[in-house]
């Protein structure tokens, strides 16, 4: 059993956590980096091969310049006053060369100290202008994570001219369209199928009721049948039910906007299934709560009726698939949000599996349940109530055999009152 508070957290919840601060640990390779990078070395480049350009032409200048006149002259007098001179020449030319040197050096110095600069100048502008070029593509990409199932009918609706950006913006803008559709369309089906299914299967029970109570006894095979198909009516009745709940979660249609405790709904939860528990022999065990307001549970704000609905499908997932003699353990808490946690044993599940069980119809093996019962539909809803009140559902099969069902909420400003109000039927 988790008892702290830190570590009663959701799994998947605490997974996501950790991977939004890994995130800052190392930048990311984006597109603006790139670019940047490609703009400094392109210049970084040409900056070196415009300053070996020139070093080279001043170099070969200074040698033609360099250059000593050479010539045998006859040892004269005025050959003499002509060698002296040059000399003179010689000297000077050495002392201009020495100074075109030290020029050239200098010039050489202070290129590669201007070419530093300008090299940092144009990452610093490389890096505006890649931002400046990239922000339409950074706005549609923080638009589109905003949209999701909830908000489909939103849309990018970029302005601007007719180029490359605008042509990308506009077909997400069609796949969102599409998307909005398709699922508007499957949760009208749903919702005007499960609604109207419900009029044939009233007729069907009373045909039977009608049958039955007929004043001549009916014979025991027609009673049995009777029966039979009532409690296949029940489950149908039930399996339309889910169906209702589900669209209209999906939807994000919420009727009302309550304060309710995870911790009562859990216990009112349990006190209407006390028959249920006892028939199966099953232990009950109500965990340690971690802190939260006031002491007196878990809150939170949305649809009493919906949420109500999810901790009512989670115990019955707990004593549904469950064996006799087994036990279920119970913990609710909040500690930054609302958290809701229910545990039980059994043999160990197929991991794999059991992250599958939060979508419809979708079950594990009987042998888990012992009596294969339900339609895989509970953990469906409970999932998308829980997401459509901001939260999560995260499935984990223990170590040691069994499930563990762990919901997560934003955690509501702790009410006035002490107690919600009554449980919906």
């Known amino acids: 059993m988790i008892q702290q508070t830190g570590s009663t957290r959701p799994a998947r919840l605490l997974r996501r956590l950790a991977n939004e601060a890994g995130r800052h640990v190392l930048p990311r390779r984006t597109v603006r980096l790139r670019l940047t990078v490609l703009y400094g070395v392109m210049f970084l480049l040409s900056g070196a091969v415009l300053l070996a350009i020139t070093s080279g032409v001043v170099y070969s200048r200074s040698s033609v310049q360099a250059a000593p006149a050479q010539a045998s002259q006859p040892l004269s007098a005025l050959a003499r006053a002509q060698n002296h001179i040059q000399q003179l020449q010689d000297e000077l030319a050495a002392m201009q060369q020495a100074q075109h040197s030290g020029i050239s050096h200098n010039l050489l110095i202070g290129s590669v100290i201007g070419l530093g600069i300008m090299t940092v100048v144009s990452v610093a502008l490389g890096w505006g202008v890649a931002g400046r070029a990239l922000r339409p593509l950074r706005q549609m990409t923080a638009a589109t994570r905003r949209i999701s199932e909830d908000n489909l009918h939103e849309r990018l609706a970029v302005s601007g001219p007719d180029d490359e950006m605008k042509d990308l913006a506009d077909t997400i803008d069609g796949l969102l369209e599409r998307l909005e559709g ?116 878990a809150w939170v704000a949305g649809s ?51 992250a599958q069980l939060a979508q419809p119809f979708r079950r594990m093996a009987a042998e888990r349940t012992g009596s294969g019962q339900g339609a895989g539909l509970g953990l469906s809803i409970v999932s998308a109530i829980a997401t459509a009140h901001g939260g999560e559902l995260d499935l984990h099969a223990r170590p040691e055999g069994g499930l563990r069902v762990g919901i997560g909420l934003p955690l509501a400003a702790h009410p006035a009152y002490a107690a919600p109000a009554d449980v919906p039927a």
């Open 304 to 354: 009493q009726t919906l949420l109500y609905r999810m901790v009512d499908n989670v115990i019955d997932n707990a004593i549904g698939h469950n064996h006799d003699g087994g036990w279920i353990r119970v913990t609710t808490g909040a500690s930054g949000f609302a958290w809701m946690i229910v545990e039980t044993g059994g043999p160990v599940l197929d991991p794999r599996l059991v």
């Open 182 to 297: 398709a699922f508007a369309a499957q949760r009208r089906f749903v919702a005007n199928a499960s609604h109207e299914l419900r009029t044939p299967l009233a007729t069907m029970r009373a045909s039977l009721d009608v049958a039955v109570a007929k004043p001549d006894p009916a014979p025991p095979q027609t009673v049995a049948l009777a029966g039979r198909l009532r409690a296949e009516l029940d489950q149908v009745d039930r399996l339309l039910d889910g169906f209702l709940t589900l669209a209209r979660a999906q939807h994000g249609t919420l009727p009302g906007h309550d304060m309710v405790s995870l911790r009562h709904a859990a216990s009112a939860a349990l006190a209407a299934r006390a028959d249920a528990i006892a028939a199966r022999n099953l232990t009950v065990d109500r965990g340690a709560a971690g802190p939260d307001a006031a002491g007196d549970g």
